[in-house]
T-cell receptor, first 112, second 113 residues
């Protein structure tokens, strides 16, 4: 079992819809959870991080964390074609807070 | 700020040759990370440094891989000898030790023939 699991997609949603991206992790001691966005041929960039159970909102983005279920999600409201990218879930290791494991990423396609 | 700088951006080499990838972190950042990204395995952490000291190199795949950070503004990742399975995009990232966000460089696309 991989440490951080994501569906590689592609996930296709129409413009204006809500995109829901999901991630599960295996290390119960993990404390920090990240979502990175990576456009094709570019480098990853951080868009959200979350530490506590519940929701964290930033503009059109909401990160959700459920530590009991070892589940992290990212919701993108009012999806735009410019949101089309691969979204990487990342989780820190309980043994070293800077050591981060990335999921394979989910490719999101927003259809105009 | 120039961001994280990596060179070369593209490298094509033949099996058995030595490859050296270079990274300049963001000025003031004291943590540096080397990652490798492939379609099959995704983004994998190879090694990271704090204040120029290697902290965790458990992701380095084989003894053919080595990394150094001689000073706060420069790091290298060397592969000797290179093999076709080393073909990937290699990213360098930097951050503050106390911070959550890692800033990634543009990457080096390595092709080993």
């Amino acid at each position: 079992q991989k440490e951080v699991e994501q569906n590689s997609g592609p996930l296709s949603v129409p413009e204006g819809a809500i995109a829901s991206l999901n991630c599960t992790y295996s290390d119960r001691g993990s404390q920090s959870f990240f979502w990175y966005r990576q456009y094709s041929g570019k480098s990853p960039e951080l868009i959200m991080f979350i530490y506590s159970n519940g929701d964290k909102e930033d503009g059109r983005f909401t990160a959700q964390l459920n530590k009991a279920s070892q589940y992290v999600s990212l919701l993108i409201r009012d999806s735009q074609p410019s949101d089309s990218a691969t979204y990487l879930c990342a989780v820190n290791h309980s043994g070293g807070y800077q050591k981060v494991t990335f999921g394979i990423g989910t490719k999101l396609q927003v259809i105009p | 700020d120039a961001g994280v700088i990596q060179s070369p951006r593209h490298e094509v080499t033949e099996m058995g040759q030595e490859v050296t990838l270079r990274c300049k972190p963001i000025s003031g950042h004291n943590s540096l990370f080397w990652y490798r990204q492939t379609m099959m395995r995704g983004l994998e952490l190879l090694i990271y440094f704090n204040n120029n000291v290697p902290i965790d190199d458990s992701g380095m795949p084989e003894d053919r891989f080595s990394a150094k950070m001689p000073n706060a503004s420069f790091s290298t990742l060397k592969i000797q000898p290179s093999e076709p399975r080393d073909s990937a995009v290699y990213f360098c990232a930097s951050s503050l030790v106390s911070a959550n966000e890692q800033f990634f460089g543009p990457g080096t696309r390595l092709t080993v023939l």
